[in-house]
C-alpha cells in the first residue's frame, strides 16, 4: 500500500463522503475516482504505507533485520513501494499483478485523528497458494494486520506456515470497526494461533465488550502478550507474570498517522533483542511519540538519530 495523506482544514469533507472520523472503510475505483477529484486543491503528501509495512519499515530503521511479503500493480506506486524497503535494508517478497497498486487516502482533521479510505487493488490478489515456508525461514516473529482478515484463508495459511518455522505470530488489530466485522474469525484464530495481540481502546471494546484494563485482561487469557493502547494515557501490557502500563512519550500532535504501527515496531524490535518486556513498551512507546510529530508513518534520518540515542539510555 502507498499512503496518500490529505490535511483537511475541518470536517467537512468526512461528512460529505459519510465517513466517521477515525474509521477504515474499503473503497472501489470509482470511489477512488471521487475522491481524487474532490480533493484536488487540497494539500497532499505521498508515502509509502499500509500497517504492516509502516511496522516493519520501523523496525528496520530500529536494527532489526525484517521482510515483507505483499502484492503490488506494474505501475509508479508498486515501483516507488519497493524502492523504499530496498533503499530500508526490508527483504522483499513482492509478487506483481496487472492490477494496479494499492492505495489508501488517510483525511487528517485538525486534532491529528485520521480516517482511512483503503483501495487494496494489487495488495487483496495476494493468495494462500502464493505464500510457502521457505518465505518464513530464518524469523522469529511473523506480524499480520488485521486489514487482512477478510481473506480468511490467506491469513490462516501464513500464521500455519509461521508456526511451522516455531515463529511467534503477532496481530494487530487495526480498525474497531474490521473487528466488528470480522469479529468471529478474529475469536478464532486468537486463541489458539496468535501469540501477541495489539489493540487501541476502540478495537479492545469492539473485541471484548469491555474498557482498556478490563479488555486487557480478558485478551491475555487467549494470548502470551496482550497490548491495548490508550493514546495520550500510554500502553498497558499484560504476559503470565506481569501486568505493566507504559506512560506515552510527551508530543506535539500533529497527525496519529501510523502510532500504532509505529508502536508495533518498537515493541516487536525490542521482543526480537530479548529485552524486557517493559523495555519492549519503552521503546514502543517512544517511536510512536516520535511519529505523532510529523506528517505521515515515516521519520527523517535525524529523528531516527536521536531515538537511537534515547534508547541507549533505557535500562538493560
Not at 474499503?26 to 480533493?39: F, K, Q
Not at 499483478?97 to 487483496?124: I, K, W
Not at 524486557?276 to 510529530?293: A, F, K, P
Amino acid at each position: 500500500m502507498v499512503d496518500v495523506l490529505v490535511l483537511l482544514e475541518n470536517e467537512k469533507l468526512l461528512h460529505d463522503f459519510g465517513l466517521e472520523k477515525g474509521a477504515m472503510y474499503l473503497i472501489d475505483n470509482e470511489m477512488v475516482e471521487r475522491i481524487v477529484a474532490e480533493t484536488e486543491p487540497l494539500e497532499k503528501h505521498l508515502a509509502t504505507g499500509g500497517s504492516v509495512a509502516n511496522t516493519i519499515s520501523g523496525i528496520a530503521r530500529l536494527g532489526t533485520e525484517s521482510g515483507f511479503i505483499g502484492k503490488i500493480g506494474n505501475d509508479e506506486i508498486g515501483l516507488f513501494l519497493k524502492n523504499d524497503m530496498n533503499k530500508n535494508n526490508i527483504h522483499v517478497s513482492l509478487s506483481t499483478s496487472n492490477t494496479r497498486s494499492g492505495q489508501c487516502y488517510v483525511f487528517v482533521t485538525p486534532d491529528g485523528e485520521r480516517t482511512m479510505c483503503t483501495y487494496l487493488g494489487a495488495a487483496a490478489e495476494i493468495g494462500a497458494q502464493e505464500l510457502h515456508s521457505k518465505l518464513f525461514k530464518g524469523y522469529d516473529i511473523f506480524h499480520v494486520e488485521g486489514y487482512l482478515v477478510q481473506n480468511y484463508d490467506l491469513i490462516k495459511t501464513a500464521i500455519e506456515l509461521a508456526k511451522q518455522e516455531n515463529l511467534l505470530v503477532s496481530i494487530d488489530l487495526a480498525s474497531f470497526n474490521v473487528v466488528d466485522t470480522h469479529l468471529a474469525f478474529l475469536k478464532e484464530i486468537i486463541p489458539d494461533k496468535v501469540d501477541i495481540v495489539f489493540a487501541n481502546e476502540k478495537e479492545a471494546f469492539s473485541f471484548t465488550g469491555k474498557l482498556p484494563e478490563e479488555a486487557l485482561h480478558q485478551i491475555s487469557h487467549h494470548c502470551k502478550i496482550a497490548i491495548v493502547k490508550v493514546g495520550e494515557d500510554g500502553s498497558f501490557i499484560k504476559t503470565d507474570e506481569q501486568t505493566l502500563h507504559i506512560s506515552a512519550k510527551k508530543a506535539a500532535c500533529v497527525d496519529t498517522t501510523g502510532a500504532g504501527d509505529l508502536y508495533a515496531a518498537g515493541f516487536l524490535h525490542g521482543l526480537a533483542k530479548c529485552y524486557s518486556i517493559d523495555i519492549c513498551g519503552n521503546i514502543g512507546s517512544l517511536v510512536s511519540g516520535n511519529v505523532v510529530e510529523v506528517i505521515g508513518a515515516k521519520m527523517d534520518n535525524n529523528r531516527w538519530k536521536n531515538i537511537h540515542s534515547k534508547i541507549l539510555d533505557f535500562r538493560f
